[in-house]
């Protein structure tokens, strides 16, 4: 089974251009999350697509961040325009909806290898 | 709201020694915990969780961790170090609350192996 599959791996873009992050989830996984980690800091959460739909997005910093799921497959993630402060590894994860009235909460998130980025 | 709480930015270990990773959470429900492990350029893998069922929990390469409520610990230790351990290792909690999978990570723990 293929993993979770983010592209570009690295990007760097100079203080505001516009950078857009793929992430490709487990084929079947209705779950999509995005999760951020600043240098030195932890891994913070920024949204949640079930399927095509926007479940959660507190975690999205400002506008300039806009995240897609069309179709409820991949996901994108693009940062226009981009800030010095927007700097850091953006993780993309995925998992299955659960059945049989198991928590999800205890469902375990598949990630990708994350999509470091760096604006001068 | 919950939160974790990783003591110990850097760790340092010799080879064959005791591991011990410190994670205490805060949580307003009980919690789920997790346990994942970043190796160099790949993605975060999971060692363990613990879900309410036994506290103490056994992980993958060696790795176990204990639920202490008490604590409000979730200590990760492995009896022997070994070179490939090396890696960065993250606490992680979310609610028992059905439909949320969302994780609250603390800020990692970087595990060196000294030979």
């Known amino acids: 089974e293929a993993g979770v599959t983010q592209f570009p791996s690295h990007s760097v873009i100079e203080k505001g251009q516009t950078v857009t992050l793929r992430c490709d989830p487990i084929?079947?996984?209705?779950?999509l999350y995005w999760y951020r980690r600043v240098m030195g800091k932890e891994i913070k959460f920024l949204l949640h697509f079930v399927k095509e739909s926007k479940q959660d997005e507190s975690g999205m910093p400002n506008n300039r961040f806009l995240a897609e799921r069309t179709g409820g497959t991949y996901s994108t993630l693009k940062v226009q325009p981009a800030e010095l402060e927007d700097s850091g590894v953006y993780f993309c994860a995925s998992s299955q909806v659960p059945g049989g009235g198991q928590p999800s909460g205890a469902n375990v998130l598949t990630f990708g290898a994350g999509s470091r980025l760096t604006v001068l | 709201a919950q939160s974790v709480t990783q003591l110990g930015s850097h760790v340092s270990v010799s080879e064959g020694a005791l591991v011990l990773l410190r994670c205490n959470y805060s949580s307003s429900v009980p919690p789920y915990l997790f346990w994942y492990v970043q190796y160099p350029n790949q993605g975060l893998q999971l060692l363990l969780k613990?879900?309410?069922?036994?506290?103490l929990v056994k992980g993958i390469n060696g790795f176990e961790a204990e639920f202490k409520k008490s604590e409000t610990s979730f200590h990760l230790t492995k009896p022997s170090a070994h070179m490939s351990d090396a890696a960065e290792y993250f606490c992680?909690?979310?609610?028992?609350?059905?439909?949320?999978?969302?994780?609250?990570f603390g800020t990692g723990t970087r595990l060196t192996i000294i030979p």
């Open positions: 992680a909690v979310t609610l028992t609350n059905f439909g949320n999978e969302k994780l609250t």
């Open positions: 613990y879900t309410s069922a036994a506290t």
């Open positions: 084929s079947g996984h209705d779950n």
